[in-house]
């Protein structure tokens, strides 16, 4: 079963690009209308989910728990708002590789910081050497995907 999630979890990130790049035309169609976009989408996600939470024989009864849940907990959907909202406004301005490139080194020091020392009650998963090794190899990918191109223009030419 452990791979399957290996394979989901490469899949979302499949998907995140996917929704970037249809939230950025949603944009232009608004006339580039970012809120309005974010604003849309996000309400198609929660109208799926909703659906989805129904058809799986669930109920929202476990909504009257909300009010009891520590207020960081309520966070994640501000979080999330701002980062599509981000994602909108920023994918026409520095290109979609560049856009995700970043925001998965942000999500993987993050992870880092959470797994390591248990973060927001997350299990404790202390990070290796070699962990931070991958992770160093991951940024120089990075910098060499931002400034490859004018860095060989600019020592090869």
């Excluded at 207020?71 to 301005?93: D, H, M, Q, R």
């Excluded at 070699?130 to 991951?138: F, T």
């Excluded at 990075?142 to 400034?147: C, D, E, R, Y």
């Amino acid at each position: 079963m452990g791979m399957t999630y290996y394979v989901i979890a490469f899949a979302a990130g499949l998907g995140i690009t996917l929704q970037t790049t249809l939230n950025s035309q949603l944009a232009q169609g608004l006339g580039g209308d970012s809120v309005t976009a974010a604003l849309f989408s996000f309400a198609a996600g929660a109208f799926s989910l909703g659906v989805y939470s129904l058809l799986r024989g669930g109920s929202f009864t476990s909504l009257t728990a909300i009010p009891s849940q520590p207020l960081w907990s309520l966070t994640g959907g501000l979080i999330g708002a701002c980062a599509l909202f981000s994602y909108v406004v920023l994918a026409p301005k520095i290109g979609f590789s560049a856009l995700l490139g970043l925001a998965i080194v942000g999500q993987l020091i993050s992870s880092q910081m959470i797994d390591h020392f248990g973060l927001l009650g997350a299990i404790r998963r202390p990070v290796s050497l070699l962990k931070l090794g991958g992770m160093l190899v991951m940024l120089t990918g990075l910098v060499i995907m931002l400034f490859g191109d004018r860095l060989s223009e600019r020592f090869l030419h």
